[in-house]
């Protein structure tokens, strides 16, 4: 399956970003290719001149092969549909836009453009604003509804005492997780604090990203001699080790030593890898970021940020789904994932107490990290190696003795499942490790801010009743006493729109209607995960490949 995400034009220099003493390298923004049609209207935009093939856009222009000359100067209306996935999310409409021809080149037949305006603030009057509006106008009536429904539920209470009970419980829990991340905002950027980071790339037969990968993490708004980057392949059967080093000897003389290779002979697993890469760190701060995800060029200016409060140990980052255009399933995925973030990350935060500091773009302070670094790297469940759930278990030891936090202004792009088979697996394994560490963290969350610890608690009980609930609704009450869960799936649907609006709000996105499929999909399909997780706990394989452990118990 091809997947569909914006594919920068490759600027003249590697890492383009990195500060010089000066300014920037990078003079205006990415360029995306584009294989759209543009039509070139007059300067008043009453008859259509003539229409091209697009090259390449960008925030502030268009490079694009018209079918009659231009020159130099020419003033125009250019009209195009911007796809999906052409650009960042968002971008995706139909734009008409003064521009003026910046230049001709006649050897390739392109012509370049420079757009009047750019094209978010050209976006931002005729079509995001209306999308904020139509977002705060559904916020509110999917509350009102919500206020409607529960109210019901009071008053029938008694007729139905499980069923009820849960809806308010949950009600109250997502409504929270609302609320508080309403009141979240990111730590802001302290003048001059600029802590030396290292970043652990984990990497197992990434052949095709690990690349990305590696440019994504060198070229950051931030001073070269304070950053480094250490890639540790575990094992891999595939290239990723020779990719890995032919990008070390082709931007050795931009990046020098700061991008060290180290490849295990053999597999050993994620952890190991992990551990192996702090070992090394020189950095006051350790980055860890998973092999297929591509971190923003301010990525690590922000995910230091919250450290120079020394009571913190731990911070995270946003992680946003770069192939999100993909098909139905990655657009799902795109919805949970930032919900996933901006609101219950954004909320646990509040509390300095974020339960996962995931793995895509997860920052610790050295220190408290090889404090808990043997423990962690040879953790045991039932006597078995503990083979994922990595950065959860992590975070557990961090909260031990310190805070952790998200800091959304940290963006990294992660590539997800884009097949059901390979999505179930994964979600299997978060599934096992979420209850194991969860069940860990229930021995010391009740220490935390009595608010936070019975939201933890509660949201540890809710998904594993869920399954008992929803039988009960869709299953028992219809066939004893003809009872039909209208209003169980008014409410879900309530609160699927609350989570599609608040969507719309923040990322003025056509992705947010896939909030309401998702919601339903989890309710009848992922609930059901649970179950088996519950049942299957103690297994340790990944799911992709069986760990040695796993391998040994079936020899024997």
């Given amino acids: 399956m091809t997947e569909v995400f914006p594919r920068q034009k490759p600027d003249r220099r590697f890492l383009p970003d990195i500060p010089s003493k000066q300014h920037t390298r990078r003079l205006s923004g990415p360029r995306y ?64 836009l003064p521009a003026r021809v910046v230049r001709v080149d006649s050897a390739s037949g ?62 109250f829990y997502l409504l929270s997780r609302f609320f508080f991340a309403a009141l979240y905002r990111p730590y802001k950027i302290t003048p001059g604090y600029q ?24 070229n950051q708004l931030y001073p ?5 980057v250490i890639v540790v392949d575990d094992g891999s059967s595939d290239n990723s080790v020779a990719v890995a080093r032919a990008v070390r000897d082709k931007i050795y003389d931009e990046a020098g030593d700061r991008l060290i290779v180290h490849a295990f002979p053999e597999n050993r697993g994620k952890r190991h890898a992990l551990a192996a890469g702090a070992r090394m760190a020189k950095g006051e701060l350790v980055l860890f970021v998973d092999s297929d995800s591509f971190l923003q ?51 646990e935060s509040i509390f300095d107490v974020v339960t996962c500091l995931s793995g895509p773009l997860a920052c610790y302070r050295r220190t408290v990290l090889m404090r808990y670094l043997d423990a962690w790297e040879s953790q045991t469940f039932l006597g078995r190696p503990a083979t994922f759930g990595d950065d959860r278990s992590l975070t557990n030891f961090i909260l031990g003795s310190h805070y952790a936090v998200y800091q959304h202004t940290a963006v990294c792009n992660t590539i997800v499942p884009s097949t059901y088979g390979k999505f179930f697996t994964q979600q299997m394994r978060w599934k096992r490790s979420w209850l194991r560490e969860s069940l860990r963290a229930c021995k010391f969350m009740w220490l ?11 949201g540890l009980i809710l998904p594993v009743m869920a399954p008992v609930v929803v039988l009960r609704a869709f299953v028992f009450m219809p066939a004893a006493y003809g009872i039909w869960p209208t209003m169980y799936l008014a409410g879900v ?42 049942l299957t706990f103690w297994k340790s394989e990944w799911g992709t490949r069986a760990s040695k452990y796993d391998k040994s118990m079936a020899m024997g």
């Fill in 195 to 218: 802590p030396s980071v290292t970043i652990v790339i984990p990497c197992f037969n990434e052949e095709e990203w690990i690349e990305k990968t590696i440019h994504g993490c060198l």
């Fill in 297 to 347: 060029p301010d990525a690590v200016l922000h995910v230091v940020q919250p450290f120079h409060d020394p009571h913190i140990g731990g911070a995270a980052g946003r992680c946003e789904v770069e192939n999100k255009w993909t098909n139905v399933l990655t657009r799902m995925q795109a919805v949970r994932y930032f919900i996933g973030f901006r609101i219950f990350k954004a909320a």
């Fill in 493 to 534: 649907l309530l609160m699927s729109v609350l989570m599609c609006t608040s969507y719309l709000l923040l990322k003025r996105s056509n992705l947010w209607l896939y909030g309401v499929p998702f919601c339903f999909f989890y309710l009848f399909v992922l609930l059901w995960q649970i179950v088996w997780a519950l």
């Fill in 110 to 171: 392109h012509v370049g453009f420079e757009f009047a305006n750019p094209l978010s603030q050209y976006l931002r009057r005729k079509r995001w604003r209306y999308f904020e509006t139509a977002s705060l106008l559904g916020i509110l009536l999917a509350l009102i509804g919500v206020w409607f429904i529960k109210k019901e539920s009071i008053f029938y209470f008694w007729f139905d005492v499980p069923v009820f009970l849960y809806g308010l419980c949950a009600v």
């Fill in 224 to 228: 070269e001699e304070l950053l480094e």
């Fill in 448 to 458: 935390k801010e009595p608010f936070m610890a019975i939201s933890f608690y509660l």
């Fill in 33 to 96: 290719f584009s294989q759209g049609q543009t039509d070139v209207y007059s300067a008043d935009g009453k008859y259509r001149y003539t229409s091209g093939r697009t090259v390449d856009i960008s925030e502030g222009g268009m490079l694009l092969v018209p079918d009659k000359p231009l020159r130099v100067g020419d003033n125009a209306v250019l009209r195009f549909f911007l796809s999906a996935g052409t650009m960042p999310e968002g971008f995706e409409s139909f734009v008409k």
